[in-house]
């Protein structure tokens, strides 16, 4: 068989996991503990993206997020997620088939996201826990954060996989910008926290309205 396709790396929140309600009370408890407004589940869906300090840049009132008050208020908020980041979170459908899937093709299976390394590794484990991930990496120390590529690559690398053989599948341009820029095939899929409209505008290689779509490119792919 010529494989065209050897390795995906997944993105996790929006794509593998449905984390948006956890996040969002995890948030919000710290929005209200500092005194401010809390934000509405569609707010947060559009926040979300580009690690926790982004993430909470967007939500603290405009004129009072400066860099010293999100010195403070991250780590409450990353505190508050840490014990409660299980609690309503689960794999989106056909997640776990699709991921079946690649194990018996023998495609190696990772995880890539710009959320806290630890919180990463610790969602992953907990909801897929017969699954082998030859990588599973969050922020990383010295490696930007997509879109940047570095951290696709290093993943390539680090699995002796050429990036052209490898797909990257996310739920939002971030993913499908790192992918492009490490010369990766892209997926994006509409599950997720952004909008197919803007997932269209940077012309992945495939949208995937369900996973049963993604398996059936990867069949074409790798026939």
Not at 17 to 28: G, K, R, V, W
Not at 30 to 46: D, W, Y
Not at 64 to 71: P, S
Not at 112 to 137: E, M, Q
Request: a negative charge.
């Amino acid at each position: 068989m010529n494989t065209c396709c050897k390795a995906v790396i997944f993105d996790l929140d929006g794509t593998v996991l449905d984390t948006l309600q956890d996040l969002s009370n995890a948030m919000n408890h710290t929005l209200a503990s500092f005194g401010f407004p809390q934000k509405e589940v569609s707010h947060h869906r559009s926040a979300i993206g580009n690690g926790i300090r982004k993430y909470a840049q967007r939500c603290i009132p405009k004129n009072l997020a400066t860099e010293d008050l999100l010195d403070e208020f991250v780590p409450v908020a990353a505190e508050d997620y840490k014990n409660n980041c299980m609690v309503k979170t689960a794999p989106f459908e056909g997640v776990c088939e699709l991921l079946d899937f690649l194990q018996e093709m023998g495609i190696s299976i990772n995880i890539l996201s710009n959320k806290r390394n630890d919180f990463v590794n610790k969602l992953t484990n907990h909801y897929f826990p017969k699954y082998r991930f030859d990588c599973v990496y969050g922020e990383l120390p010295g490696i930007a954060k997509k879109p940047d590529p570095a951290a696709a690559l290093k993943i390539a690398a680090d699995c002796g996989i050429d990036p052209s053989n490898v797909i990257i599948i996310g739920d939002s341009v971030y993913d499908i910008l790192a992918g492009k820029n490490a010369g990766m095939k892209t997926i994006a899929v509409t599950w997720g926290y952004q909008d197919r409209d803007l997932l269209a505008e940077h012309n992945p290689d495939l949208i995937a309205d369900t996973t049963e779509e993604i398996i059936d490119y990867l069949k074409t792919l790798n026939k």
